[in-house]
């Protein structure tokens, strides 16, 4: 059975540069990838079936991993007689693309099981209609996002292996709302040159709006950002998850024992960049 990771995303920096005609924002973005996510596996039965803490939270009848498929089988204008097998682990509506990371592990199976290159144009065409993140969840490896976030440019110097920790509140938060309440303001392009520097020098322009719907989502950064070690704490995405980098894996391990013993009832995963 052919089993594919839907790693985990986070947006080490997100600058919301304008909003578009025709409703989409233009972005510039510094995706990186957590080594951990959903575990997708193709299987013999139609349809898809779902396991894990977080499957009660989609359907199995329409979702992105049933969308990928069907698109796939109008791509190659075959259809697709495998199923799938999703161990939802990731939280949903938390701004670490796991709909989309699930969509681009449909993506890769079946494109293995079918000896198509995914990198093919017509391949990242059609994720890129699945939604702004699939292009860089297909890739999963750092890359800068611009335009809806789809447009993509390798990235060089993100530290495969850095120590990481990721924190949700356990509150769901849909990105359309965040960026509704966006105040439309320019603060300026994202840098180029080394990928860690400029995200330091950065910021994410959904954390006020996610802040002033989901005011936790300050506590968690604050908390984030004042533990030992630290590199850099941020939202990712459309939040609510945040991220912490750090220096060494012990630091992550304190942080995270630390943060597990105030809440408890916070979802966190210790992992590491891709």
């Known amino acids: 059975m052919a089993v594919e990771t839907a790693f985990a995303k986070i947006n080490l920096a997100l600058h919301v540069r304008r909003r578009e005609d025709d409703g989409y924002h233009a972005i510039e973005t510094l995706f990186a990838f957590a080594e951990d996510g959903d575990r997708l596996s193709l299987t013999d039965r139609p349809g898809l079936q779902l396991t894990g803490p977080f499957a009660g939270a989609l359907s199995e009848g329409d979702n992105l991993v049933t969308r990928a498929a069907e698109a796939f089988a109008a791509m190659t204008d075959r259809p697709t007689e495998s199923g799938f097998l999703l161990d939802k682990r990731l939280p949903v509506a ?157 630091s992550r391990e304190a942080a995270a024992n630390a943060i597990a013993r105030q809440h408890p009832d916070w979802w966190l995963m210790r992992t590491r960049l891709r």
């Not at 079946?110 to 890129?128: F, K, N, Q, W």
């Not at 890359?143 to 990481?164: F, N, Y």
């Not at 020098?201 to 908390?223: S, V, W």
């Open 94 to 250: 938390a701004g670490i693309g796991g709909g989309s990371a699930d969509a681009a592990a449909a993506l890769r199976l079946l494109c293995s099981h079918y000896a198509i290159d995914p990198g093919e144009e017509r391949v990242r065409t059609m994720a890129a209609r699945l939604g702004a993140d699939v292009p860089a969840c297909l890739v999963s490896r750092p890359v800068r996002g611009e335009k809806r976030g789809d447009s993509l440019i390798p990235l060089e110097g993100v530290p495969s292996g850095q120590a990481l920790l990721l924190v949700n509140p356990m509150r769901p938060l849909a990105t359309g709302p965040v960026f509704a309440h966006w105040d439309g303001v320019d603060r300026g392009p994202l840098d180029g040159g080394d990928p860690i520097e400029a995200a330091r020098k950065g910021r994410n322009d959904l954390e006020p709006p996610a802040i002033a719907i989901l005011p936790i989502i300050g506590e968690i950064l604050t908390l984030l950002a004042a533990q030992d070690g630290v590199l850099l704490a941020r939202m990712s995405g459309s939040g609510a998850t945040c991220f912490a980098l750090f220096d060494h894996e012990a």
